[in-house]
């Protein structure tokens, strides 16, 4: 019966190492995103409480696992039990020793045996070596979250989120979680408990919402999801602009508005600028995006006149295998067949998911943040550049470059101000703020995110 066992060293007390792994979110952060695992139902850590996952082990193969907690024991342990799943055995210890007051080893240890008896066993080689890629991520990202939630100092807000079910939102809703917010999400179907209605086209009663210390806004049309139309490109107007007056609008009228609105706007603003410098200073663009762009940020003036500290974070590429641009390109990349777009030489202003997380989370708790803010890397490569660093993380050939005018035969309007604009996008507020970025570096981003 195979073992496979990781530990590493936290700079944290180990009662705040457990809390974390109570706590709703913990599941879904420590998940590596190139896993496409999915939790069902979640009982918590308690003795007896199962846990339900729908996961792949295999392109095209999903399975479901229940596991049952036992022997737990605060702060210093936990057992899950596979009772139903892909495996003859698994046993997964969660051990947490107390070094000192304020350091922790965590040890993960599990015991499993493959399926298929003798001939599942000739797996067991390449099974240690995905759980070891897959543990290197779940304790790195566990130690940069604890790191971010003990610059709080314990402060803790209620938070409400728009677009919660997006590749940011699902990440944020976990990570806020993980750090003993409370989160409330803002849907447009039938809410469920903790969920809350509105409506981005019209009236709607935020009286739910009295009480809420802040509000993050992330919801909106996708852009880059096919080619424009005329009823597309109304669509992601709409959903920004309109989408977001109805949001502040409706919170504006109430007796005690949220003190802080953060809202997700992008470096599309600024247009195709080449390689011009852009600090947050510098004067938006003048295509589709960057009238879009006015108009959304324009569109938070009723809660600024509120009285709320209005953040609007101009998002690069956030850079995920789970979900949006990255996520599209890996299967050309991993089959060997990609290369740059275009001429390269367009600037790829890019930031990791987590990063993102960060971000949001300091300027949710630091009254400095405030205004534009360019949520970027501070390095922003061209397509060439980019390409070349995917391939090499990859290890897969980048040599066949896809025309522009191919780009704009399949794609129009869309691929000349996405795929073949560019922004050299300089984070100066950020940096003058002092904000720490986890990766401002190209490769070691790709290789956190991608398990490399």
Not at 165 to 171: C, F, N, T, V, Y
């Amino acid at each position: 019966m195979p073992t496979f066992r990781h530990a590493s060293d936290l700079p944290v007390p180990r009662q705040a190492v457990w809390d974390w792994h109570l706590r709703p979110g913990a599941l879904v952060r420590l998940n590596p995103p190139w896993e496409r695992a999915r939790v069902v139902r979640s009982g918590g850590v308690a003795e007896g409480s199962e846990v339900v996952l729908q996961a792949a082990v295999a392109p095209g193969i999903e399975t479901t696992w229940v596991m049952e907690h036992h022997d737990v024991t605060a702060p210093e342990r936990f057992r899950d039990r596979m009772r139903r799943g892909p495996f003859a055995r698994w046993e997964h210890l969660h051990a947490f020793e107390a070094l000192s007051a304020g350091r922790t080893r965590l040890v993960d240890e599990i015991d499993f045996t493959p399926p298929l008896g003798p001939a599942g066993a000739l797996a067991a080689p390449s099974i240690t070596a995905r759980l070891r890629r897959m543990f290197a991520y779940r304790h790195a990202t566990l130690a940069a979250d604890l790191e971010a939630h003990a610059a709080a100092g314990g402060r803790t807000l209620h938070i409400a989120i728009t677009g919660a079910s997006g590749l940011i939102g699902r990440q944020l809703e976990a990570f806020l979680t993980t750090g003993g917010h409370r989160v409330t999400r803002l849907v447009r179907g039938t809410p469920r408990p903790g969920e809350v209605r509105w409506d981005p086209a019209g009236d709607w009663d935020a009286a739910p919402l009295d009480g809420v210390d802040a509000v993050v806004h992330l919801a909106g049309e996708g852009i880059a999801a096919g080619r424009w139309t005329e009823e597309r490109k109304r669509r992601i107007r709409e959903s920004r602009a309109r989408g977001t007056r109805s949001l502040v609008t409706a919170l504006a009228r109430r007796p005690h508005p949220p003190r802080t609105f953060i809202s997700a706007s992008a470096v599309g603003i600024y247009g195709d600028r080449g390689d011009e410098p852009l600090t947050e200073a510098a004067p938006p663009g003048t295509d589709f995006l960057a009238t879009v762009g006015r108009e959304w940020e324009a569109a938070a003036a009723p809660i600024a006149a509120a009285g709320a500290r209005v953040v609007q974070l101009r998002f690069g590429v956030v850079l995920s295998p789970a979900g949006g641009a990255l996520a599209k390109m890996l299967p050309a990349f991993r089959a060997g067949v990609a290369g740059r777009l275009g001429s390269g030489h367009q600037r790829f202003p890019w930031i990791a998911l987590d990063d993102a997380l960060y971000l949001i989370h300091a300027a949710l708790l630091d009254d400095r943040y405030t205004g534009a803010l360019n949520a970027t890397a501070p390095d922003t490569p061209t397509n060439a550049e980019f390409t070349a660093t995917l391939g090499r993380v990859l290890r897969r050939p980048t040599l066949l470059p896809v025309p522009a005018v191919a780009l704009k035969l399949l794609f129009g309007e869309m691929a000349e101000a996405t795929i073949l604009a560019g922004q050299r996008v300089v984070p100066e507020r950020l940096t003058a703020l002092g904000f720490r970025w986890r990766y401002p570096a190209l490769e070691g981003a790709l290789r956190h995110a991608l398990g490399r």
